[in-house]
């Protein structure tokens, strides 16, 4: 079964450094998302990108997020300056065209720790 | 805006007892719901989906979720628990018709299956 892959698997960065997660969506997708998870809260929408451009960001993706799509197939997420709240799980995933673009698929995730 | 309650932050229960998980969304226009499980240390996994059609949707490993439009619900089911199941389970639902197909998730469930 085809799968979003997600590397690193756990990170460690200090404060105010530049962190890149990188993700490998299913193969032939065409949205892509990146979400975030919180130690103990809710999993919480960042971005979704589509067409080589982002269709939706939420309040917490400021300037010092951004995302790209380099190559036509990898999917990136930078953290320009990371700060201690920045400290999480990543969850890139992908959706299909048409009637599929409504069931998304995860990652196994990115554990970012900021110290 | 559109927003998910999954009210019982840790449910027990014993070896194949069967098992609810409750989820209700508020949400001004028509919705897809999904329910996702996190098994320990593991990314999210799609469990099943309403999108259209039939209310009650089977997923796998057993789990079933029925749609109740009028008390706005999609609570899981499952007839005989086992401790494999034992993860949290996250309710999510995202705009029908909507241009990003964004997942806004439920607190989540921790289903601890004792033996």
New interface residues.
């Given amino acids: 079964e085809p799968e979003v892959t997600q590397t690193p698997s756990h990170q460690v960065t200090q404060m105010g450094q530049e962190v890149i997660l990188r993700c490998v969506p299913i193969s032939n997708h065409l949205y892509f998302y990146w979400y975030r998870q919180i130690l103990g809260q809710k999993v919480e929408f960042l971005v979704s990108f589509y067409n080589n451009e982002i269709s939706e960001k939420s309040e917490i993706f400021d300037d010092q997020f951004s995302v790209e799509r380099p190559d036509g197939s990898n999917f990136t997420l930078k953290i320009r300056s990371t700060k201690l709240e920045d400290s999480a799980m990543y969850f890139c995933a992908s959706s299909g065209g048409g009637p599929s673009r409504n069931t998304i698929y995860f990652g196994e995730g990115s554990w970012l720790t900021v110290v | 805006a559109q927003s998910v309650t999954q009210l019982d932050s840790q449910v027990p229960v014993f070896e194949e007892a069967p098992v609810e998980l409750r989820c209700n969304y508020s949400s001004s226009v028509s919705v897809?719901l999904?329910w996702?499980v996190q098994y320990p240390n593991?990314?999210?996994?799609?469990l099943l989906?309403y999108?259209s059609g039939s209310t009650l949707v089977k997923g796998i490993n057993g789990f079933e979720a029925e749609f109740n439009k009028s008390q706005t619900s999609f609570h899981l089911r499952k007839p005989s628990v086992h401790i494999s199941d034992t993860a949290e389970y996250?309710c999510?639902v995202?705009d029908y018709g909507g241009?990003?197909?964004?997942?806004?998730?439920?607190?989540?469930t921790l289903l601890a299956v004792q033996p």
Wanted: charged residues 10%; without cysteine; hydrophobic residues 45%.
């Fill in positions: 897809y999904f996702y593991q990314g999210l996994q799609l989906k999108l996250f999510a995202s241009a990003t197909n964004k997942l806004i998730f439920g607190t989540g």
